[in-house]
């Protein structure tokens, strides 16, 4: 190799190594992308968020659940802004055109899925330790959930009122039902949205209602109006917090999975 293919090749090395730069300012448009940094050990990576973000550190808002404040994000001059699925196209190639390096995590299908994305985010931030230690800990406690001894039982799980939504299959939150040895009331279903008379033609053994808000609490009394439904006999319709279930995270799942678990004994 002469002088000047050596050469060539070290820039293409260099700008390599550029592109896999450890990112030191990170603006997050996804809270349970910030809840992993959290989790990582990085909050003080994070120069931006948005207000559904839960940080310990005052941290300026730069976006809704869905609206981002573009102008604010390139305040920041972060190194890297993490989107979703929820992101408007709009607004990631604002971003890009602004030379903003973004990455996008979709929506997990699975907890191997989300387990994935959790050490993936960790090599990006430079955290791959702390990422294996995490997910060990969180497999940990899944693990014991799965091993234990399960009778099986038909799972309502809901998600929303008016018009009712169910947990369906090829969800990261159908696995909580899986794990936990018990079969979804609603296996198959291609949308979520179901009658509130075909969970009653269900029947199912025990109902999950996610919290959003009061909501979940006024269905949980709406469901214990119907005496012949066998959650209700035997009074098995639970409240489970959804800032904690519906977030996407090992350490969240593993939290859920083990109330779930308990709800079921």
């Given at each position: 190799m002469n002088t000047k293919q050596k050469i060539i090749t070290l820039l293409l090395l260099l700008c390599s190594f550029a592109n896999e730069a450890v990112a030191m300012r990170i603006v997050s448009l996804v809270p349970s992308l910030t809840q992993n940094i959290v989790y990582l050990d990085a909050e003080a990576f994070l120069v931006g968020k948005t207000?559904?973000?839960?940080t310990s550190q005052s941290i300026?808002?730069?976006?809704?659940?869905?609206?981002?404040?573009v102008e604010k994000v390139l305040a920041l001059k972060p190194d890297l802004v993490l989107t979703s699925s929820l992101t408007k196209p709009e607004t990631i190639a604002a971003l890009k055109r602004m030379g903003v390096k973004v990455e996008s995590y979709p929506s997990p299908h699975s907890y191997a899925e989300l387990c994935s994305q959790f050490l993936q985010l960790g090599k990006r931030i430079g955290k791959p330790h702390q990422a294996k230690k995490v997910l060990a800990e969180a497999n940990a406690r899944v693990n014991k959930v799965r091993n234990r001894p399960q009778k099986s039982r038909k799972i309502f799980f809901q998600l929303g009122a008016n018009p009712i939504f169910s947990v369906i299959d090829g969800t990261f939150m159908s696995d909580y039902i899986a794990f936990a040895g018990a079969k979804n009331a609603f296996t198959g279903l291609k949308s979520g949205v179901v009658a509130r008379e075909a969970v009653l033609a269900k029947n199912p053994d025990v109902i999950f209602i996610a919290t959003m808000g009061g909501i979940g609490e006024q269905e949980q009394k709406n469901w214990q109006k119907y005496a012949r439904l066998s959650a209700v006999r035997s009074k098995k319709i639970f409240l489970i917090d959804s800032e904690r279930a519906c977030l996407p995270t090992p350490v969240t799942f593993a939290e859920t999975l083990e109330i779930i678990a308990n709800c079921l004994k």
């Open positions: 207000s559904y973000c839960k300026p808002v730069v976006a809704t659940a869905i609206d981002v404040n």
